[in-house]
């Protein structure tokens, strides 16, 4: 079985994320590999492991990834794609699902696991637009994989109303969420390969396609503005014995808040 | 940092800062009080590569360059001095000596073990008369046929009782002083081998320091580490390299103290206004970020000195002595700036504080690293 994973390099945004003019501010900005592809990375080694399933991960965008594709690499991953195009700067979803479906095409692959989402812009598309583009089955917000045989896996996914089994002939595409499994972290073993192996750099002619028909041309969507959402009100303690402070909580709840 | 890092240094170190923040920092504070030893982290590091990590890959190890090792030491350290001491003697003196100076039957035996953590090592080089002066040792080894009797007392050994062998040294030639000294691999286990009693400690109090004793105790020939009469070379050479660990001790507790310090001053208020505002603080932290920085400089040197095979005898014993020094200056100062409750056991600073006092006594004292430096200096051989 041949898996293919995606990896995208993505703000840390547990820092301290500043705008400026609408933009937001590069500097002191960390990159981290982004916590839902992370799993899928270690759902596809476990695979690998268990299965002896032969895993290739790719990275689209993102400039300078050796430092995330190398930490997959460390974590077991065997193979490393990175595209990387000019064309690609103002990529949206739907264009990162093109390049993909070109990567997809150009590997023979059996399996995708993607992150569900990113949590840069958590828009949660790249995976579903994909599937679509490749017409394959899809599968979102899963949360176990199991290989029945070389041609069908089943899932189960954190459905709306309780965990769904649902199970795939292959090839298809999953998204997994980061409740799949605790990603392991690298070993020292892993670290000291993972600087002897090769990341296969590729630009989108490399890759047989141009940016038209990726629709880098004209992104679908695009990002007009960042604003800072509005900082929470620091609230109110309140000391004293309880008496007092009933009556005072209820004095403000009916004159400020105005709700009683 | 200025240091230029390279991207597998890099992965280590973040490798590293992950697992002890998540995992070894959580039951520190608790192994604290109860002296519990770490093993759980052990096996952990073990599992990780970080208890071979200089070992060579044939030998089960990692291979890795000593900037990485002290960058890890280091990670570990800021998370529970406890288990990096544990970790520091294992790989710089027991898992180096046995790889620079073992024979082939010997590294084959010992190193696969050691480097996967299933055994740890220890090191017995001070005795209750021979602290400082380790010339001055009195334990023997006597050749009986294919064994050597040992006898002798040694002291503060780290991990005396929780290591399964110990690299000891032992006078083979009582004429010959230093020249006299040799090293030995002795087991666990070892008829005459006794633990002897744990030391009850201010700091670092998760990690057992013992006397061991040995009473006839008859250790195959064969486990002699390099020639008769190399056991001084071998501990030297050995404390070179643990000096430098014990460097990334200090920088590792000197930034967790720091870290501590800042987040505290940026929340605690007085006078209507963060302490972090008063101007007598932020001069103090200035310093304490200054000297922490110098402190890694040196380490950072000393490890890449050591890495470009150049001798770091000086330069091993300069970063130990200014960073041990430095890391009782700022956890001191850590103390300071949390106040009142820097002295209670609510924050981590007081043990921090603790953990660091003996970074300047283990390993060759402050003033033994003056000695080594000034003699390599003045190149005069000047008799302490
Ligand atoms: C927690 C802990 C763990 C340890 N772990 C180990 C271990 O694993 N293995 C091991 O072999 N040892 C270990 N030691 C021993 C440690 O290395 C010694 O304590 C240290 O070398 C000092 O020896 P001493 O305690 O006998 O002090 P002394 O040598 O008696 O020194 C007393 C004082 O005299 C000063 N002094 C001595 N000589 C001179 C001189 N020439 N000039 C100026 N001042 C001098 C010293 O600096 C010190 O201030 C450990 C000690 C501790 C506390």
Redesign the interface.
Known sequence: MKILTTVKKVVDVELNIKVNDGAIVEEGLQYVINAWDESAVEAAVQMKENHGAETTLVSVGGGDN??VI??CY?MGIENGIHIEDPALDKADSSIFAKVLQKVYEAGNYDLVITGKQAQDTDSGHTGILLAEYLGLPCVSNVIGIEVIDEQHISVSRAGDSGTEIVELSLPAVVTVDVSINEPR?????G??M??KKKIEEMDLAALGTSPDEVGAGAPKSEIIEFMESEKRKGGQKFEGDAAEITAKVVQLLADEAKVL | MSYPLNDEQLMIQAMVREFARKVVATTAAERDRTKEFPADNLKQMGELGLMGMAIPPEYGGEGADTVSYVLALSEIAYACASTAVVMSVHNSIVCESINRWGNEEQKKKYLRRLARGKVIGAFGLTEPEAGSDPSAQTTTAEKDGDVYVVNGTKRFTTTGKNSGLVIVTAKTDEAKKHHGISAFIIEKGTEGFIVGREEDKLGLRASDTTDLIFENCRVPAENLLGKEGDGFKIAMTALDSGRIGIAAQSVGVAQAAFDAAVKYAKKREQFGQKISKFQGLRWIIADMATEIEAARQLMLSAAAMKDAGKNFTAQASMAKLFASEMVNRITGKAIQMFGGYGFTKDYPVERFYRDARVFTIYEGTSEIQRLVISNHILKDKRKP
């Open positions: 050796t430092d190398r930490r460390a972290l690298p070993q020292m073993r670290i000291m993972a600087k």
